[in-house]
C-alpha cells in the first residue's frame, strides 16, 4: 500500500515553544490531509482537514491558531503546536487521501509529542 | 450523541474463542465503512472495508446494515496475535473513529 511518512516520530519540548511536524506521502499525490490527535486510552479525533493550496478546515474546538497547518504541495503538509502547553502533549497522526476514486486514505506512523 | 459508537470492552478471550464487535454511527449520509486495527502507540492499520452484502476475509467477517446504521466484525478462532484494539471507522467526507474496542486473547 502507499506508504506516509511524519518526522519527527517522537519530540519532547519544553512548554512555551513551537513544534513542527511533517507529513509526507511518498508515493502518491494527496490532494487532501487530515490531522488527527489521539490521547492515552481514547480514539482519534479530527483536528483539520486541509487541501494542497488553500486554507485548512478546523473541527470545532480546536484553535486555528494554535495548530498552525500547510499545506504547500501534493506531498507535504506540516502542523505546527504553537506555544506549546503540557496539555497539548499527545499522540499526532496525519492521513493522506489520493485525488482519485476511490480515494484511498493512508496513515502516517504517528508523532508522539511531551511538552514538559 | 457520539458520531460512531462501539462496545467500551476491553474483551479478555481465550486463544481459539470467538468474539464479535459492535458498533453504530449516527450520520445516514456516510459512505463508506471499515475496521482498523490499532496496536499499542501505533498508527492505526486497515483491516477490512465493510460491505452491505457483508464480507470475509480469513477469520474475519464484517456486516453492515444500513438501516439500522451498524457495523459488525466477528473473530473466529482468535489468535494470540488479535491483540489490539479494534476501530470502528465511518466515513462521509473524512473519516470519523469510534473509540475503539480492546481485545486481549489470553493462552
Known amino acids: 500500500g502507499a506508504v506516509v511518512s511524519q518526522h519527527p516520530s517522537w519530540v519532547i519540548c519544553k512548554s512555551g515553544t513551537s513544534v513542527k511536524i511533517e507529513c509526507r506521502s511518498l508515493?502518491?499525490?494527496?490532494?487532501?490531509m487530515f490531522w488527527y490527535r489521539q490521547f492515552p486510552k481514547q480514539s482519534l479525533m479530527l483536528m483539520a482537514t486541509?487541501?494542497?493550496?488553500?486554507?485548512?478546515?478546523?473541527e470545532q474546538g480546536v484553535e486555528k491558531d494554535k495548530f498552525l497547518i500547510n499545506h504547500a504541495s501534493l506531498t507535504l503538509s506540516t502542523l505546527t503546536v504553537t506555544s506549546a502547553h503540557p496539555e497539548d502533549s499527545s499522540f499526532y497522526i496525519c492521513?493522506?487521501?489520493?485525488?482519485?476514486?476511490?480515494?484511498?486514505?493512508?496513515f502516517g506512523p504517528g508523532t508522539r509529542l511531551t511538552v514538559t | 450523541r457520539k458520531e460512531v459508537e462501539q462496545d467500551p470492552g476491553p474483551f479478555n478471550v481465550p486463544e481459539g474463542a470467538t468474539v464479535a464487535f459492535n458498533c453504530t454511527y449516527s450520520?445516514?449520509?456516510?459512505?463508506?465503512f471499515f475496521w482498523y486495527r490499532q496496536d499499542c502507540r501505533k498508527e492505526p492499520k486497515l483491516l477490512m472495508s465493510?460491505?452491505?452484502s457483508g464480507n470475509e476475509d480469513g477469520r474475519f467477517t464484517a456486516q453492515l446494515n444500513r438501516a439500522s446504521q451498524y457495523i459488525s466484525l466477528l473473530i473466529r478462532d482468535s489468535k494470540l496475535s488479535d491483540s489490539a484494539t479494534y476501530l470502528c471507522?465511518?466515513?462521509?467526507?473524512?473519516?470519523?473513529f469510534g473509540a475503539g474496542t480492546r481485545l486481549t486473547v489470553k493462552p
Open positions: 492521513s493522506a487521501r489520493t485525488g482519485q476514486v476511490p480515494y484511498e486514505q493512508y
Open positions: 508515493d502518491f499525490q494527496a490532494t487532501t
Open positions: 486541509s487541501n494542497e493550496g488553500s486554507k485548512a478546515t478546523y
Open positions: 450520520n445516514s449520509a456516510s459512505q463508506s
Open positions: 465493510v460491505y452491505s
Open positions: 471507522v465511518v466515513r462521509t467526507n473524512d473519516m470519523r
